[in-house]
C-alpha cells in the first residue's frame, strides 16, 4: 500500500506571498498524484492533478504542482497567496494499476494572515 | 446533476445505537467509497465498491458495514456505535472507464457524534 506524508500540518503566511506545500508518496511505482482542498465545513474539491504527461500541473485559481519521480514528491506552490485561499490542502496518490483506491496524506492547514 | 449527495448533515447518537449514513451519485459512477476524516489523520477509507453487488473493506473497516444493490446508492451503516466512531464521514465516488480520469468526486459529509 502507498503511504503519503504531509510534512507540514499547518502553513501560516502572508497574504500576496508565495507558498509551497510539500507532498511526498512512498512507492515508486506508477501513481496518479492529486491535490484537494477542503474549505471549512464543506466537502474536498480536486484542485489538480497529475496522470501522465507534462510534469507540471496547473489549477484555474493560480496553484501549480510538480511530479517529481525520482523524489516521488508533488509538492504544491502559489507565487502570491490570497485569504480566500485559507483552507485543508489534501495529497493524495492512487496507484495507476487499481486506480481508484486513494491513499491521503495527513493535510496541510493553510491559513493567510492578512 | 447533484453529484455526490449525503444525508443526514448531523446526527448525534448514544452508544450502542446503529444508524445508516446515506450516500447516492447520479454521474453514473461505478466506484463508490466511505471516509471519515479525523483531526491529524486525514482521510481513511472504510469501505469500497467497485460496482452494484460488489463491496470491500479498506483500511478501517471494523464496526461498519456497507451494500451495494444498485449504481446510485451506497450506505454506510454503524452496527453498534461507539465513540471512537465520532468523526466526519465522506462518500465519494468516481469512473472506472477513466473518462474523468479516476477523479474523486466528494460528498458534503455528516458529522457524527457518539456520546
Known amino acids: 500500500a502507498q503511504s503519503v506524508t504531509q510534512l507540514d500540518s499547518q502553513v501560516p503566511v502572508f497574504e500576496e506571498a508565495p507558498v509551497e506545500l510539500r507532498c511526498n508518496y512512498s512507492?515508486?511505482?506508477?501513481?496518479?498524484l492529486f491535490w484537494y482542498v477542503q474549505y471549512p465545513n464543506q466537502g474536498l474539491q480536486l484542485l489538480l492533478k497529475?496522470?501522465?504527461?507534462?510534469?507540471l500541473v496547473k489549477s484555474i485559481n493560480g496553484f501549480e504542482a510538480e511530479f517529481n519521480k525520482s523524489q516521488t514528491s508533488f509538492h504544491l506552490r502559489k507565487p502570491s497567496v490570497h485569504i480566500s485561499d485559507t483552507a485543508e490542502y489534501f495529497c493524495?496518490?492512487?496507484?495507476?494499476?487499481?486506480?481508484?483506491?486513494?491513499?491521503f496524506g495527513t493535510g496541510t492547514s493553510l491559513t493567510v494572515i492578512p | 446533476n447533484a453529484g455526490v449527495t449525503q444525508t443526514p448533515k448531523f446526527q448525534v447518537l448514544k452508544t450502542g445505537q446503529s444508524m445508516t449514513l446515506q450516500c447516492a451519485q447520479d454521474?453514473?459512477?461505478?466506484?463508490m467509497s466511505w471516509y471519515r476524516q479525523d483531526p491529524g489523520m486525514g482521510l481513511r477509507l472504510i469501505h469500497y465498491?467497485?460496482?452494484?453487488?460488489?463491496?470491500d473493506q479498506g483500511e478501517v473497516p471494523n464496526g461498519y458495514n456497507v451494500s451495494r444493490s444498485t449504481t446510485e446508492d451506497f450506505p454506510l451503516r454503524l452496527l453498534s456505535a461507539a465513540p471512537s466512531q465520532t468523526s466526519v464521514y465522506f462518500c465519494?465516488?468516481?469512473?472506472?472507464?477513466?473518462?474523468?480520469?479516476?477523479?474523486?468526486?466528494f460528498g458534503p459529509g455528516t458529522r457524527l457524534t457518539v456520546t
Open positions: 465519494a465516488s468516481s469512473s472506472l472507464s477513466g473518462g474523468s480520469s479516476y477523479e474523486q468526486y
Open positions: 465498491s467497485v460496482g452494484a453487488g460488489i463491496t
Open positions: 512507492s515508486s511505482v506508477s501513481v496518479y
Open positions: 493524495a496518490v492512487s496507484d495507476v494499476h487499481t486506480g481508484n483506491q486513494f491513499y
Open positions: 454521474m453514473n459512477h461505478e466506484y
Open positions: 497529475y496522470l501522465s504527461g507534462s510534469t
